[in-house]
């Protein structure tokens, strides 16, 4: 089974507006990485957050990473047409397991 | 500098047939991995392969193999193809082995079609 599971499976937001997504995973992790997919093409690298890192930025996004609770976020700030995509969350540990994704749509 | 290449883009064969995908990795890049994403889900690993030799394996029958060669570029084949190994396929390299030790570039995938 994938230990990743993002939430929410499907996201709908205007331009402007921060889009939040949730992932949570089962067992001890190394690191937790982030990946963005266009339309069923490959995948884009986001960001990697180390299992003793708590919070890290890159442009508009956040990503926080809390062990004690097995989860992580990924905020995306003032959200444009173009981030419209599906957003995966992998941990990685003895293997490398990508969750089912949120397929976020932000309207213009 | 040229990212991670798949190729065919698209490719339609008929069950038990076999069929090969083929990797070119990010220059630079040493490591290759393959994954399976079925329609509507996340990306499932199948292997991963350094320095010529298959280094980890994800929950995949035989059927599923592959090969690197000396210039870092990889294949996968699958026999005996079933309905269910309908899918794209996506490639990823990395400079150094293990799975979570660093970000991974990914083709645009292979989608397989089998009638």
């Known amino acids: 089974s994938q230990q990743g599971e993002e939430d929410p499976q499907a996201l709908s937001i205007q331009e402007g507006e921060n889009a939040t997504m949730n992932c949570s995973y089962k067992?001890?992790?190394?690191?937790l990485q982030w990946y963005r997919q266009n339309s069923g093409r490959g995948l884009v690298h986001l960001i990697l957050i180390r299992s003793n890192e708590r919070e890290k930025h890159s442009g508009r996004l956040r990503v926080t990473l809390d062990t004690s609770k097995k989860s992580s976020s990924l905020l995306i700030t003032a959200s444009r047409a173009a981030d419209t995509a599906s957003y995966f969350c992998a941990t990685g540990g003895q293997n490398f397991v990508f969750g089912p994704g949120t397929r976020l749509s932000v309207l213009p | 500098d040229a990212g991670v290449t798949q190729s065919p883009t698209h490719l339609i064969k008929t069950r038990g047939q076999q069929v090969t995908l083929r990797c070119s990795p990010k220059?630079?890049?040493?490591?290759v991995s393959w994954y399976q994403q079925a329609l509507g889900q996340g990306p499932q690993f199948i292997f991963q392969?350094?320095?010529?030799?298959?280094?980890q394996r994800g929950n995949f029958p035989d059927r599923f193999s592959g090969h690197q060669f000396p210039n870092y570029s990889s294949e996968l084949n699958v026999n005996a193809l079933l309905l269910g190994d309908s899918a794209l396929y996506l490639c990823?390299?990395?400079?150094?082995?293990?799975?979570?030790?660093?970000?991974?570039?990914f083709g645009p995938g292979t989608r397989l079609t089998v009638t």
């Open positions: 990823a390299s990395s400079p150094g082995p293990g799975l979570a030790a660093y970000e991974q570039y």
């Open positions: 392969y350094y320095e010529e030799e298959e280094r």
């Open positions: 220059s630079g890049h040493d490591t």
């Open positions: 067992t001890s992790i190394n690191n």
